[in-house]
């Protein structure tokens, strides 16, 4: 019974990540049972988790959706396998706070006072105040305008840890893997050289007389 359960429970959570993979893409039931070969029906069922997807359908419906397989395969049954889309109220809020600490602490570092900044770049204090704050949400122009007196880019203030940020970040190494040559990119792809991507590391972080020590050190090795 136990079993039973269990799998249905794991039906259930393909077939929500089916949908919610789907919806993503903008696509109809109808429109997306045609790519996997079946019809609307059937793929709605596997959606609600009355029926399981085979594997070439869901190889199918992966492809053409562009996600990876293994996000419907590597499924834990208490846990959603994808993330979520983000509540847009509470990413913004905490957005407008990230970028306001960023602002301040960049005004503080040019040793700028807020009715300093306010004087240079025709903005009200109170407003500048209220961006630091996070409290109100800045207009893309304001943000241009400060970040360009504080002496910083607009990228600058981009969004790296959150769900947004961290999509890029993974399409932005996706694109540069695949600009790398077939050779290089099997090599950084395969999990039993990651030891030496870590070395390739820290040597990157080392300064020039610290890495000419370790060179040394080689020679002599292999001397």
């Known amino acids: ?70 996000a419907f395969t590597n499924l834990d049954p208490t846990q959603r396998s994808l993330d979520q889309d983000p509540d847009p109220k509470i990413l913004i809020s905490l957005r407008n706070r990230v970028i306001g600490a960023m602002l301040k602490r960049h005004r503080i570092e040019l040793n700028l006072s807020i009715r300093e900044l306010s004087k240079e770049i025709n903005l009200p204090p109170s407003r500048i105040s209220a961006y630091e704050k996070g409290g109100r949400p800045m207009p893309l122009v304001d943000l241009e305008k400060v970040a360009e007196r ?4 607009l990228e600058d203030y981009f969004d790296r840890d959150g769900p947004i940020g961290t999509r890029e970040v993974n399409n932005d190494a996706v694109k540069m893997l695949s600009k790398l040559h077939p050779e290089l990119r099997e090599f950084l792809s395969n999990p039993v050289n990651e030891p030496y991507l870590r070395i390739a590391k820290k040597l990157s972080e080392l300064d020039v007389n610290k890495l000419r020590i370790v060179a040394e050190g080689l020679l002599d090795i292999t001397l």
Request: charged share 25%.
């Open 1 to 70: 019974m136990t079993e039973n359960r269990e799998i249905l429970l794991r039906s259930k959570v393909i077939g929500a990540t089916l949908r919610q993979v789907r919806n993503r893409a903008g696509r109809s039931l109808k429109e997306t049972a045609l790519l996997i070969g079946t019809n609307a029906g059937r793929l709605s069922a596997y959606e609600r988790g009355e029926r399981t997807i085979s594997l070439p359908e869901l190889e199918l419906f992966a492809f053409h959706m562009h996600t990876p397989l293994k």
């Open 150 to 153: 504080l002496g910083h880019r």
